[in-house]
T-cell receptor
Framework: GDSVTQTEGQVALSEEDFLTIHCNYS??????LFWYVQYPGEGPQLLFR?????EKGSSRGFEATYDKGTTSFHLRKASVQESDSAVYYC??????????FGAGTKLTIKP | EAAVTQSPRNKVTVTGGNVTLSCRQT?????MYWYRQDTGHGLRLIHY???????QIGDVPDGYKATRTTQEDFFLLLELASPSQTSLYFC??????????????FGPGTRLTVL
């Protein structure tokens, strides 16, 4: 079945550090890839999506590029802020009706 | 205004107890979903529905029933609650086939504790 692997369970950085969260996927066909963000006390919300090879998704300074060759969709941000502290989920949808989520990465930014 | 609401926000019950979690969406979306969220597992799909009266089995359905009574309302039922069902439960809705391809909109969650 479809699966999403996030390498880092937790990441701790200081403000203005560079962020990378690794995401690899396994799916049949040509899935749409997502990054969702979940702030404390809230439900997850879509950060951005990408639907085809080499497409870059971006929002709020975060970005990720769909790489079909390496089956990856790594999340990056050049300079993190304390307000970026949250849980980040990589996810995929191989059809339209269901989304498969990774285990999540808790990002903590120290001021 | 919140488009997906859940009630209660917190619930404590005992082993063997009967629990109903409620979800209402005002997005006019066709699909609704129930997930549980556990550390190390992320979000796991329990059940989902594409319309009133419809129910589809998710990835972790054991011990759960669900019912979609209207387009707006989706309920999750735990008829014999067990401590392994202690978790944070999220409801979501999606306009499958619409312009925002597969994006799901989540409620604020219900924290359930089974003693």
């Amino acid at each position: 079945g479809d699966s999403v692997t996030q390498t880092e369970g937790q990441v701790a950085l200081s403000e203005e550090d560079f962020l990378t969260i690794h995401c690899n996927y396994s799916a049949s066909g040509y899935p749409t890839l997502f990054w969702y963000v979940q702030y404390p006390g809230e439900g997850p919300q879509l950060l951005f999506r990408a639907s085809r090879d080499k497409e870059k998704g971006s929002s709020r300074g975060f970005e990720a590029t769909y790489d079909k060759g390496t089956t990856s969709f790594h999340l990056r941000k050049a300079s993190v802020q304390e307000s970026d502290s949250a849980v980040y989920y990589c996810a995929l949808s191989a059809g339209n009706e269901k989304i498969t989520f990774g285990a999540g990465t808790k990002l903590t930014i120290k001021p | 205004e919140a488009a997906v609401t859940q009630s209660p926000r917190n619930k404590v019950t005992v082993t063997g107890g009967n629990v109903t979690l409620s979800c209402r969406q005002t997005n006019s979306h066709n699909y609704m979903y129930w997930y549980r969220q556990d550390t190390g597992h992320g979000l796991r799909l329990i059940h989902y529905s594409y319309g009133a009266g419809n129910l589809q089995i998710g990835d972790v359905p054991d011990g759960y029933k669900a019912t979609r009574t209207t387009q707006e309302d989706f309920f999750l039922l735990l008829e014999l609650a067990s401590p392994s069902q202690t978790s944070l439960y999220f409801c979501a809705s999606s306009d499958v086939g619409g312009p925002n391809y597969a994006e799901q909109f989540f409620g604020p969650g219900t924290r359930l504790t089974v003693l």
